[in-house]
């Protein structure tokens, strides 16, 4: 067969372990999983009641235009319908604008490192990729606008950054936004936005009536903790979204997704609660860090990148080997660092105890000269 020859050289994505085979693995009774930077609170108790008082026929097809869910969501964000695209979770988003907008004689430029999705899609549809350093964790925008040429069709920034969870102020991004041809689309990918706390962040929602060139992507996967339903979204001018639209697939987004989104939406207190929550377990990660001299980015989502300065698998497979899953750094361009999704308070006690073991662990080693 003659597979697109950028497909060879492509690995499929790495989930973090599953719990059950670790659990055979290394005996353990339980494990927790803080790699995926999932909800630990689960979801609304909203979005549970809806998909058992739904009355949905598994037989029926979606419906392909999520009207409900895009009506709902359109007046909680104060857009009009036609403003927004939804996706099988926000990662078929950035499929859909990489397959409308990508192609060999075509270029896309992002920072690095940052989500792997950007990429990977890039390559598979030949574009030809430049990717600019991360500075001290943060996108550098200026590097990333002369990097932009009169072939450069996708320019991609994530904010908050995953994997370094700092986010792009504002007036930075204004006067990149300013300085971005027309032609290029601008994709501002806020999976983390209900997480930030900066009181600096923006609406960047508004700022799509400014720049008809820039889509911002969302998702019901992160703090709405709906990630196994696949519901994602993009705000952006009606112009974009019915150029991206023949690039949808026709029942992208599942009716079970649709009602627990729309359920999801009407429950805010239960998005503030869990962002509370996380902001206080952060900063006393924050503590730890400090105390023990790790460096770490301050974050504005509901994981933390910490430097250990060894080997990130090392950190990764002592964690794992007692029971915490979490994401070394070496595949995600930190190579001495682990990213931890935030857990509950327990599950952190439990973490952060472990992880001070590993520490003294360490510290003896480089006593006997180990
Ligand atoms: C998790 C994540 C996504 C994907 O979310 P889904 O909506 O579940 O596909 C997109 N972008 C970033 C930066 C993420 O961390």
Not at 234 to 254: D, T
Request: aromatic share 10%.
């Amino acid at each position: 067969m003659r597979w697109k020859k950028q497909l060879l050289t492509l690995t499929p994505y790495q989930p973090g372990r599953s719990t059950e085979s670790v659990k055979k693995l290394y005996n353990l009774e339980t494990i927790i999983k803080l790699a995926s930077n999932e909800n630990p609170y689960g979801c609304s108790n909203k979005a549970l009641e809806a998909l058992q008082t739904t009355s949905l026929s598994m037989a029926i097809y979606p419906d392909g235009y999520a009207t409900s869910l895009r009506e709902g969501l359109a007046s909680f964000l104060g857009v009009k319908p036609e403003e927004l695209i939804f996706g099988n979770g926000s990662d078929n988003i950035i499929q859909m604008i990489s397959r409308a907008l990508l192609h060999p004689d075509a270029n896309t430029v992002m920072a690095v490192p940052t989500f792997s999705q950007y990429k990977h899609n890039a390559v598979i549809e030949g574009a030809a990729i430049r990717e600019v350093p991360l500075v001290n964790g943060e996108h550098d925008l200026e590097q990333m606008l002369a990097a932009i040429d009169e072939n450069t069709n996708v320019v991609w920034l994530c904010s908050p950054n995953n994997p370094t969870g700092t986010y792009i102020p504002e007036n930075k991004l204004v006067s990149f936004l300013e300085k971005v041809p027309t032609q290029t689309l601008v994709v501002l990918d806020e999976a983390y936005y209900e997480y930030v706390v900066a009181e600096d962040y923006y609406q960047s929602i508004n700022l799509t009536r400014n720049y008809p060139n820039l889509i911002v992507l969302r998702t019901f996967s992160k703090i709405y903790g709906l990630a196994s339903l696949r519901v994602g979204y993009g705000v952006a001018n009606p112009a974009i979204i019915k150029a991206l639209e023949p690039a949808r697939e026709p029942f992208n987004v599942n009716s079970l997704g649709q009602a627990a989104a729309l359920a999801a939406i009407g429950d805010q207190e239960f998005i503030e609660e869990c962002n509370q929550k996380n902001r206080k377990i952060l900063s006393r990660i924050y503590e730890f860090c400090d105390q023990n001299k790790l460096e770490y980015y301050p974050s504005q989502t509901n994981f933390i990148l910490i430097d250990f300065k060894v080997d990130g698998d090392k950190v990764f497979q002592f964690l794992l080997e007692k029971g915490y899953i979490v994401r070394s750094g070496k595949a995600l361009g930190f190579p001495t660092c682990v990213r931890i999704t935030v857990g509950t308070e327990e599950e952190n006690e439990g973490l952060l105890k472990v992880i001070n073991e590993f520490l003294v662990k360490r510290e003896s080693e480089e006593l006997t000269g180990k």
